[in-house]
C-alpha cells in the first residue's frame, strides 16, 4: 500500500481488528479441543482492561477434567469450564467496566450476557453468531436487549494478521 500524504502507512489495523486480534490471540491459550473462544475488553479510552479464554477454572487440571461434548453432564467439559467471557470480566484490571466494550470470537451465551450486565459492559463485538437459533444466545439477545446493551457483529476491514515471534523477522 502506498503511504497516505503525510508518511503514514495506511494499512496499519483499525481499532476493532486490532481489539478481536487480541481476542483472538487470547484464544489460542485455550486446551478445549473443540472450540478456542477468546475475549478482550476495551474501556473508552481504547485501552484494555481484561482479557480471558475457555478454560478450567484455576487449580483445576485440564489433565484429568473432560473435554468432551457429549455423555452424562459430569463426563463433559460444560459443567467445569468458564467462558472466555467471563474469564476475561475476573482477569480484568481492578476497577469499574461500566461503558466498556467486549470483544469476543462468538456471540455469548446467556450465563455469559448476565455477568456482562452486570459489570457494566456497554457493548459487545463478535465475529461470529453460529448458535444464534438456540435458547441460550436467544436468552442472551434479550437479557441484552432489556439491558440496553449494544451488539454487534464484527466486519474485520482485514482478514489476517501474521505474528512472527522469531528473532529477526
Given at each position: 500500500m502506498?503511504?497516505?500524504?503525510s ?12 481489539f478481536?486480534?487480541?481476542?483472538l ?8 479441543p ?11 479510552q ?7 479464554y475457555?478454560?478450567?477454572p484455576?487449580?483445576c ?13 459430569l463426563d463433559?467439559k460444560y ?8 474469564n ?7 476497577g ?22 452486570q459489570a457494566g ?11 444464534v ?28 494478521v ?5 528473532e529477526?523477522?
Amino acid at each position: 500500500m502506498k503511504p497516505a500524504a503525510s508518511g503514514k502507512r495506511s494499512d496499519y489495523l483499525s481499532w476493532d481488528d486490532y481489539f478481536m486480534a487480541v481476542a483472538l490471540l487470547s484464544a489460542k491459550r485455550s486446551k478445549d479441543p473443540n472450540t478456542q473462544v477468546g475475549a478482550c475488553i476495551v474501556n473508552r479510552q481504547k485501552r484494555i482492561v481484561g482479557v480471558g479464554y475457555n478454560g478450567f477454572p484455576t487449580g483445576c487440571s485440564d489433565d484429568t477434567l473432560p473435554w468432551c461434548r457429549e455423555g452424562d453432564f459430569l463426563d463433559t467439559k460444560y459443567p467445569y469450564v468458564c467462558h472466555a467471557e467471563l474469564n476475561a470480566v475476573l482477569n480484568s484490571v481492578p476497577g469499574n467496566l461500566t461503558n466498556c466494550i467486549l470483544y469476543t470470537a462468538l456471540f455469548p451465551c446467556n450465563e455469559c450476557a448476565k455477568v456482562i450486565i452486570q459489570a457494566g459492559i456497554q457493548e459487545v463485538v463478535y465475529l461470529s453468531n453460529k448458535y444464534v437459533d438456540t435458547d441460550s444466545v436467544r436468552a442472551a439477545r434479550t437479557m441484552f436487549d432489556q439491558a440496553g446493551v449494544a451488539c454487534r457483529q464484527l466486519s474485520p476491514s482485514t482478514s489476517m494478521v501474521t505474528i512472527t515471534l522469531t528473532e529477526g523477522a
